[in-house]
């Protein structure tokens, strides 16, 4: 009974979190669901544990919270970001970690989020991490992130289609993307385009990534 009910206060913190993310951003609520959903195929693909699968689903739908720390002005500003507001954009990882860290029981999902941005060859942020230095759970939320990003639409250009997504992270294995994560997420390949055709997608009211695409591929800007 006492983990019953403790389990029911996780999953309220949860919702609430969730919730919050949603009043202030309905982009990247929508945007998470699909990434979570995503990730918890890769990792059932991958034969991961139950408990590392539920990580990964948490931490998949708060990978983005951190954005809640990002001005409005930044976040939803319309046209080319400058160097400043893109290193402005990338600090949402570490706050991010810094908001889940505070919680005992969200520690292990304050790292997953910490380092859902780097890459494989190191060339990421926050710390500039590569290959298995990146924890596993990051390595797999960082492709389907991507494959969500390249493939949602944006006011100033339509999404790739599912295949030209499929292609774009196949391009960037072993740079941006772990090849072990990117093999089971080709083997759910076919899975995928219905799962995401069954949730909401919203239509983007900034355009962060106008003239900064390299964002998608999550590549370190230095202040």
Same mark, same amino acid.
């Given at each position: ?8 206060? #996780?999953?309220? =913190?949860?919702? =609430? ?18 990434? +979570? +959903?995503?990730?918890?195929? #890769?990792?059932?693909? =991958? ?12 931490? %998949? ?48 999902? %304050?790292? #997953? ?9 190191? +060339?990421?942020?926050?710390? $500039? ?12 939320? %960082? ?5 969500? %990003?390249?493939? $949602? ?5 339509? /999404?790739?289609?599912?295949?030209? /997504? ?41 355009? +962060?990534?106008? /003239? ?12």
């Amino acid at each position: 009974m006492l983990y019953k009910n403790l389990r029911v206060r #996780i999953d309220h =913190m949860i919702n =609430m979190i969730i919730v919050t993310l949603d009043a202030r951003d309905l982009y990247t609520y929508s945007h998470s669901e699909r990434v +979570a +959903a995503i990730s918890v195929l #890769i990792a059932t693909e =991958m034969r991961l544990s139950d408990e590392q699968v539920e990580k990964i689903h948490i931490s %998949a739908h708060l990978h983005d919270i951190g954005k809640i720390g990002v001005t409005d002005v930044v976040l939803n500003k319309s046209g080319k970001l400058s160097k400043d507001e893109i290193v402005q954009i990338q600090a949402h990882s570490l706050i991010g970690f810094n908001i889940l860290n505070r919680i005992d029981i969200f520690k292990e999902i %304050a790292t #997953i989020v910490l380092h859902h941005h780097e890459r494989y060859d190191g +060339a990421g942020y926050p710390d $500039s991490k590569r290959k298995e230095e990146i924890p596993l759970e990051s390595r797999i939320i %960082a492709v389907a992130d991507s494959f969500d %990003a390249i493939t $949602s639409d944006r006011p100033y250009c339509l /999404g790739s289609n599912y295949e030209e /997504g499929f292609d774009e992270v196949q391009n960037h294995v072993y740079d941006q993307f772990c090849p072990i994560v990117y093999k089971s997420f080709n083997g759910v390949k076919k899975e995928i385009p219905p799962l995401l055709n069954t949730i909401q997608r919203v239509r983007v009211q900034h355009t +962060a990534f106008v /003239g900064h695409e390299d964002l998608i591929h999550s590549r370190r800007i230095l202040p």
